[in-house]
């Protein structure tokens, strides 16, 4: 159940999204509670009463998506190289120290591209490095 101030919200988005005037948002709650013409002044259930009739003129509360958790580092995927689960160490420690915002598996991801480390790996065996 929603709380009295996420109830007086949702009337202040259902009058945006009818696009009611002034006028024709008090005429609503007026017809929900006799003599009242602010939300402040409804009942909980006066103020549910008032975005039923908004819902029956056609009002639909959206609901933001649930997004995904990020996968922290040290993943259920295996490790093919050595070398990762070091960097994953001092990714953790990095975090942990401030020096990058977000610890995440898929932030580790982005920071480090897949070409980055084949010209590391060429570099090192060829002698430049």
């Given at each position: 159940?929603?709380t009295r101030?996420q109830?007086?919200?949702l009337?202040?988005v259902?009058?945006?999204?009818?696009?009611l005037?002034?006028d024709?948002?008090r005429?609503?709650?007026?017809s929900?509670?006799?003599?009242?013409?602010?939300c402040?002044?409804l009942?909980?259930?006066?103020?549910?009463a008032?975005l039923e009739?908004f819902?029956?003129?056609?009002?639909k509360?959206?609901v933001?998506?649930?997004k995904k958790?990020?996968?922290?580092p040290?993943?259920?995927?295996?490790?093919?190289?050595?070398?990762?689960?070091?960097?994953r160490a001092i990714?953790i420690?990095?975090h942990?120290?401030?020096?990058?915002r977000?610890?995440?598996?898929?932030?580790?991801?982005?920071?480090i591209?897949?070409s980055?480390w084949e010209t590391?790996?060429v570099?090192?065996?060829?002698g430049?490095v």
């Amino acid at each position: 159940m929603a709380t009295r101030a996420q109830l007086i919200q949702l009337a202040h988005v259902a009058k945006r999204e009818l696009a009611l005037d002034d006028d024709a948002y008090r005429a609503a709650i007026d017809s929900v509670a006799t003599g009242k013409t602010s939300c402040s002044q409804l009942l909980d259930r006066e103020l549910e009463a008032l975005l039923e009739s908004f819902k029956a003129a056609g009002f639909k509360r959206r609901v933001n998506p649930v997004k995904k958790p990020r996968l922290s580092p040290a993943s259920e995927v295996p490790v093919k190289v050595a070398e990762i689960t070091k960097i994953r160490a001092i990714w953790i420690t990095m975090h942990q120290h401030g020096f990058v915002r977000d610890g995440s598996e898929t932030a580790l991801a982005g920071a480090i591209q897949p070409s980055d480390w084949e010209t590391s790996r060429v570099s090192r065996r060829s002698g430049c490095v």
